[in-house]
């Protein structure tokens, strides 16, 4: 018995041994972190972010690029020198040319609002003020430049057409001029501004300020749409930490591939976005022309 006891005690050991080999050893519990990207809705969300900010980065760095942005307004507060019914007996004549009973004065405000100069070798089909339905104009003149070195300048030779043309040497930001004609028409006729230049085939139309309002041409939605990217910004940053917080801590072997794209491409759209944030949040705060109206 007792040599059956020595011989048996060693097997019992080595049995032992043999299990708590075979046991798998305890492993440590995940963090927080990591059990958040775990999470299928944040996965969801962060691929909904990816697929969001993708284009509109791409679209946004296009928008963003330099172009010339030529940009006109028409002052609401037309003047009405001459209505028909004031009398009948008055004829209004000028430079000998008999004038309708209606007579409107109007200002144009037109400047380049844009990042790229616009010069005069630019221009392909020369720039027109024109009203519709030809009503003729009896005079045109400048009013105001930003600066006398765009040699800013008007062509009356077919105002009778109801046409005003308009040139300068070279527009850069911010860079243009106040333009008042007399025609003949009530003070409603519609005024356009039409041309084109390299870069720019449409002239940009905005709608004037309104001075009995201290709130910016962009209204409410867009201080709305400016919080909200503030907002998404906040969004994609927080994403881009918790990525690259898990990149530091986790193996590499353990990420794949299309993590790291997701999370490249989602850092990318994030700075991108700031960017653009900043760039609006500064333009909602600037005036409408540089004439400050």
């Known amino acids: ?66 172009a010339p942005d030529l940009t006109y307004f028409v002052q609401p507060d037309r003047a009405s020198l001459v209505a028909a019914g004031d009398t009948s007996d008055l004829r209004i004549t000028y430079k000998g040319r008999d004038l309708a009973k209606n007579v409107s004065a109007a200002q144009i405000v037109i400047w380049n609002a844009g990042k790229r100069p616009i010069r005069h070798e630019d221009i392909l089909t020369p720039y027109l003020i024109s009203l519709t339905e030809s009503h003729p104009v009896v005079t045109a003149k400048i009013v105001k430049v930003t600066n006398p070195v765009t040699e800013f300048r008007i062509d009356d030779a077919n105002i009778l057409k109801g046409q005003v043309g308009i040139e300068w040497r070279v527009l850069e930001k911010n860079d243009g001029a106040i333009i008042q004609i007399i025609y003949e028409g009530d003070t409603d006729v519609p005024i356009q501004v039409a041309g084109i230049a390299i870069g720019q085939r449409l002239v940009d139309f905005r709608k004037p300020p309104d001075p009995t309002k201290r709130t910016n041409p962009k209204g409410v939605l867009g201080y709305v749409g400016i919080a909200l990217m503030y907002i998404w910004d906040l969004f994609l940053i927080v994403i881009c930490f918790f990525a690259l917080r898990t990149l530091l801590t986790a193996p590499l072997k353990q990420i794949k591939l299309r993590a790291w794209i997701m999370i490249a491409v989602t850092t990318m759209a994030g700075v991108g976005m700031i960017f653009v944030t900043v760039d609006e949040t500064r333009n909602a705060f600037w005036n409408s022309s540089p004439f400050g109206n």
């Open 1 to 66: 018995m007792v040599s059956y006891d020595l011989v048996r005690a060693p097997a019992n050991k080595s049995t032992e041994g043999q299990m708590s080999m075979n046991e798998p050893a305890p492993q440590s519990q995940p963090s927080w972190v990591q059990r958040a990207f775990r999470n299928p809705y944040v996965g969801m969300t962060g691929w909904l972010a990816t697929v969001v900010s993708v284009p509109l980065a791409i679209s946004l760095f296009i928008a963003g690029q330099e």
